[in-house]
């Protein structure tokens, strides 16, 4: 069918297919994945559709499951519904259709004042990493276990774990601005790493980063992985 003629629901579910094709890669689970299926997958859509106001639809009929511990790719072009998909998982946006669960819980049930509870066990990388420019690169990452009520002594024992996790155990000190861009993009992994979360997404992480930094990237979110979280990466970069 000549894609000029395609309705706009023909045309997002064609590329719904699209984004969801990466998957195949990480069917295989990785060998620390010792949990039984019985156990609901961290991740389930079920015939997820959302289309926005006027129209716009960005993902249609989407039916996904992300098992407990799989690293996993969903790659696609820009424009497919990647962005929109992270933001039905932290429960930015509701689907319009069908139902959307994590660790088998139909997050559309939860009332607004649990929102923030999902959040917390839901680490997010942003593509546009989302730093706090005025606090150093320690104080970044503190700042999410004090939202969340985490004692000082936490904070100063988590802290420096998820900076040398993610290679900043130097860069402590230092102020965002004073971090390239790599560096700035592993401080917004460990910043969705330090509370241990079993599901970590990470929005297009290497999208604005040179090869050889986007490789060092993913090797810190497989050594996190490695950990127990599942991973969840979404991008339009097939090499990847």
Do not use: W
């Not at 790719?73 to 669960?101: A, Y």
């Amino acid at each position: 069918m000549d894609r000029s003629r395609r309705t706009p629901r023909e045309m997002a579910r064609h590329e719904t297919k699209t984004l969801l094709r990466g998957r195949g890669r990480a069917q295989r689970r990785p060998e620390h994945v010792t949990e039984r299926r019985s156990r609901p997958p961290i991740v389930e859509l079920r015939r997820a559709t959302k289309v926005y106001p006027g129209g716009h639809v960005a993902l249609d009929r989407v039916s996904l499951r992300v098992d407990r511990g799989e690293f996993v790719f969903l790659v696609g072009p820009t424009g497919c519904g990647k962005s929109t998909l992270i933001k039905l998982l932290i429960r930015e946006l509701e689907p319009t259709e069908g139902e959307v669960l994590i660790a088998g819980r139909d997050i559309a049930t939860l009332g607004r004042d649990r929102i923030p509870y999902l959040r917390r066990r839901i680490g997010t990388v942003f593509q546009d990493f989302k730093l706090l420019p005025d606090r150093s690169v320690y104080d970044n990452v503190a700042y999410a276990l004090q939202v969340i009520g985490s004692s000082r002594s936490d904070i100063r024992r988590k802290v420096p774990d998820a900076l040398r996790l993610v290679g900043l155990a130097d860069k402590m000190h230092n102020m965002p601005d004073q971090l390239s861009g790599g560096e700035q993009q592993r401080l917004s992994v460990a910043r969705a790493f330090v509370n241990h979360p079993p599901l970590l997404l990470a929005d297009e992480p290497t999208g604005n980063l040179d090869p050889a930094t986007s490789v060092g990237i993913m090797q810190t979110l497989y050594r996190i992985n490695r950990t127990g979280t599942t991973v969840v990466v979404v991008s339009h970069d097939r090499e990847m």
